[in-house]
């Protein structure tokens, strides 16, 4: 089933501060906060780092109340990738890692508590609908998943078994994306901004590279 995730207003997550000098009054370049995100695959084991944020104090599942409707908080973290065009809707073309809206809220705490429960899950891209995605093979949960590290988010790939499930061809780049959905759900709209980080595999200094986008990668995209 394609999963175009649609349904959602997203903003991506802090994607860029404007550091104002209180001695120029100048604005500076606005500062994308995946620069420094690093990835790493080998034949065990694939590692995708997210950047440490400036504050480790979250909120999510936010009450909706009001007319419109304000409210919902849920974030979003993924990594994509090209793949062979010969193995789209075969081979997984990327990571997300989604903390839908519940009821409840709201709630707060560290990262660590924001992604306790949630779990990896790899994409495909859709050979039903070209711009979208679908769900990709089952894995095994224990050897896929996300963690906290010194503060950072960390996509683990765990095991031979497990990279080559997820990564049949190794990618010479992968893109980062952080995204909060600050709307409630079933309400998109053309407000929504994302900021990408693509980085070198392999490479702990990547070179700076243009933004890539994939078909792949199209959460929320308008």
């Given at each position: ?68 409707p304000e409210g919902g908080g849920g974030y ?68 896929v998943f996300a963690t906290v590290e010194d ?72």
């Amino acid at each position: 089933m394609a999963l175009a995730l649609r349904k959602c207003s997203l903003l991506v997550i802090a994607a860029s501060v404007a550091i104002v000098s209180r001695t120029s009054g100048q604005t500076v370049a606005p500062v994308n906060i995946l620069a420094g995100a690093q990835a790493f695959i080998t034949p065990d084991e694939a590692r995708f780092v997210f950047p440490r944020q400036t504050s480790d104090s979250y909120e999510w599942d936010v009450p909706i109340h009001g007319d419109p409707p304000e409210g919902g908080g849920g974030y979003v973290w993924d990594v994509s990738w090209e793949t062979p065009a010969d193995r789209n809707g075969i081979d997984p073309c990327a990571l997300w890692l989604v903390q839908y809206w519940k009821s409840g809220g709201p709630r707060k705490g560290p990262l660590k508590s924001l992604i306790e429960w949630l779990r990896i899950e790899p994409m495909v891209k859709s050979t039903k609908d070209l711009s979208g995605t679908a769900r990709g093979p089952k894995v095994d949960y224990r050897k896929v998943f996300a963690t906290v590290e010194d503060g950072q988010l960390v996509f683990v790939v765990h095991g031979a078994d497990a990279v080559r499930q997820i990564f049949p061809t190794i990618p010479a780049k992968v893109t980062f994306r952080a995204i909060i959905e600050n709307d409630p759900p079933h309400r998109f709209g053309p407000g929504s901004r994302h900021e990408y980080k693509t980085v070198m595999v392999n490479t702990r200094n990547s070179p700076e590279l243009p933004e890539a986008r994939h078909k792949c990668d199209n959460i929320g995209d308008g």
